[in-house]
C-alpha cells in the first residue's frame, strides 16, 4: 500500500470545447474513480500550450480554459483529491520540452499517427510545435516524475513515446525519471456516430454528443447516428443477424454506449430485439438519449452554475498552479544540474 501510495498519477486535456462522451468514457471518468480508490499524488491538468498547434480563435482561449475546468469539476473532480492547473502557469515544462528534445530522435516523432492525421486535416497549418506535441507532453508527464497516464486508446502511442524519451535521458543523464504507462478504461476508443469506423472527436463534427447538450440536442444527433450502411436497395431496417458480434459498427457503437448508460434491462430488451430481428433503431436510439440526457442532467446543473462564478474555478487553478509550480522548480533544478547547466 505504502508502495502503491507513492504512483504519481498525470492527465491532460486541451481546451478545444466542449468535452464529449469519448473524453469521458475514455478519460474523465476514469479520474472520477482514481481520485477515490487511489492514495498516491493526481494532478489533471488543462494543455493550453498544447491546444496552440490547431487552428483556433485567441479571444475564445480563455473561456475554453474556464470552461473545460468548470466541465472537469462538474463531472466530479474532486481538488481536494487532485490538483488542478493550466498548463501555462508552468513555463518549467517548455524548458524541460527543450531538453527533452534533444534527445529524441525526429523518426520517432515522425510515427505518430496524432500527427499525420492532424497534419493531413489542416495543411495550411503544419507547424513545428504540432510535430514536437508529444515532446511536450513527455515533459508533462515527467516533469512530475508521473508513473501512471490515465488516456483514451489514441495517447498510448505519445505515452510510450514518453517512456522512450525518460530511457534516453536516464541513459544519457543518470537515473532521473520513471517509465510511465497509460491507464485505460474498458472503453478507450468510443466510435464517431458519423463514421463509426473513426473515433469520435472534436474535430469532426456530428461525430460526437458533448456532455452539456440538452436532452433535445442528444436525441437530434443520435437521431442522426450511423447504423447498418449495407447492403443496398434491398436492404432491409431489420438486421437478421443472430450474432451480435456481427453487428455493423455503427449498431455496435450505440449497443457499447447503452451499456454504459442504459440499465441492465435496457441492454437486455434491445439485445433479445436484436437477435429476434424486431430491432427499431429509432427506438434504441431515443432510449439511449434519454438515458444519456438523464444520466448527465447533474452534470449540465453543476456546469451552469461553474460558469456563472468563474472566480471560483480560477482559485482553484491558482491553488493547483502553485501546488505544481514547486514540484516543477525541484525537477528543472535536477535536470539542469545534470545536463551540465548549472
Ligand atoms: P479530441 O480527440 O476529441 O480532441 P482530446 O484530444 O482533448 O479529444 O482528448 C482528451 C482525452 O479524451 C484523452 O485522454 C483522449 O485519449 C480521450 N479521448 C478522446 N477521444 C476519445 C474517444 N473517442 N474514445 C475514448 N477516449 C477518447
Ligand atoms: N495529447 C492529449 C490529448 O490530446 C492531451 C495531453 C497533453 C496529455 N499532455 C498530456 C494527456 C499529458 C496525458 C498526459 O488528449
Redesign the pocket.
Known sequence: MAEKSKIIL?????PTGPLHLG?YLG?VRNFVRLQDEFAGRFFV?V?DY?SLTENYDPKEKQNQILMLGAELLAAGLDPKKVTLYV?SDIPEVTELCWVFNTVTPISFLERMT?FKDKASRQKENINMGLFD??V??AA??LLPK?AA????E??VQ??EL?RDIARFFNRKFGETFPESKPVLTATPRVMSLSEPEKKMSKSIPGSFISLSDSPEEIKQALRRAVTDTGPGPGRSDLPRRSDLQAMSPGVANLFGLLREFGTPEDVGAMERAYRGGTIKYVELKDLLAARIAEYFSEFRKKRAQLLKNPSAVKKIFAAGGKKIRAIASKTMREVRQKVGLR
Open positions: 498525470l492527465s491532460g486535456l486541451q473524453n478519460a491538468f494543455a498544447h498548463q496524432q506535441y508529444p511536450l507532453q508533462d508527464i508521473a497516464v490515465p488516456v483514451g489514441d495517447q505519445h505515452v514518453t
